[in-house]
């Protein structure tokens, strides 16, 4: 694996236009397996390569899942309403043979809003609804967490994910050649691809600052998603690869999201 530097993969904010929407994460967490990449067959089209990592001489591909609240969600460019929902990411890191760009994979995302219409019906995106409910207790002062809840109530994607924050403890990223390397891998992708609710496949992209994450520990897991489709099995989903998490960030996504021909 290359050896990669956060500062060479920093530049600064495209300009939004249009419909672009600015919003904060809060509550964000990315929860991460190391699996067997033969999961993976026939789910990504060729085009792509999955990351991959050696972790005690066995490769290993990296699935991610990333719960969060969207606050303020609004217009990026214009005076528009804001708006607060529960979000669940799932997400394989994949590089594009086409760019050489290292990207994500998305399998989809449950959200808790009425505004999933848009994203699902107008844009064809793998988007379901679920009722996203956070149980959070943070200390201020300590800059942690002191309790750290999710549930997702969901017919595509049920999940419970129950976290403890340890921002004292070091970030540990097995199989990545230094701690740089990996926090771009799994923090920093800004373009990621899916196949739509049409079989199409889909494009979207983001921007957000060099995220301030720090260590945490997977207490207990559920996400039936990825037990169903046969990726993470429950069992295996009790031992995370990682856990990285960030009280609040802010992203700007740029819509819509393109069909890729």
């Not at 990315?30 to 390569?49: C, E, K, Q, S």
């Not at 809003?113 to 844009?123: C, D, K």
Request: with cysteine; proline share 6%.
């Amino acid at each position: 694996m290359q050896t990669l530097t956060m500062k060479d993969h920093l530049h600064a904010r495209p300009t939004p236009s249009g419909i672009d929407v600015l919003c904060k994460l809060q509550h964000f967490s990315i929860i991460t397996y190391a699996v067997d990449p033969a999961r993976f067959d026939g789910l990504i089209p060729d085009r792509f390569t999955l990351d991959t990592v050696s972790i005690a001489g066995e490769e290993k591909a990296l699935l991610s899942v990333v719960p969060f609240i969207d606050v303020d969600f609004t217009s990026a460019v214009y005076p528009f309403p804001r708006f607060t929902m529960g979000q669940t990411n799932y997400r394989i890191y994949i590089t594009d043979n086409t760019t050489g760009e290292r990207c994500v994979w998305f399998l989809g995302t449950t959200l808790d809003s009425w505004t999933l219409a848009i994203p699902r019906y107008l844009w064809s995106l793998p988007w379901y609804r679920g009722e996203v409910r956070f149980d959070c207790v943070f200390d201020a002062s300590q800059q942690r967490y002191l309790k750290y809840h999710m549930e997702t109530q969901s017919t595509w994607a049920p999940a419970h994910v129950a976290l403890e924050h340890t921002p004292e403890q070091a970030i540990q990223l097995a199989g990545f050649p230094d701690l740089d390397t990996g926090l771009v891998y799994l923090t920093h992708p800004l373009t990621g691809y899916y196949h739509r609710r049409d079989g199409k496949l889909g494009t979207y992209a983001v921007w957000h600052k060099q995220l301030a994450v720090s260590a945490g520990t997977l207490i207990s897991a559920r996400f039936d998603l990825l037990s169903r489709l046969g990726l993470v099995t429950l069992d295996e989903q009790q031992k995370a690869h990682s856990v990285l998490i960030e009280p609040i960030n802010e992203f700007t996504i740029y819509l819509p999201p393109k069909l890729v021909n």
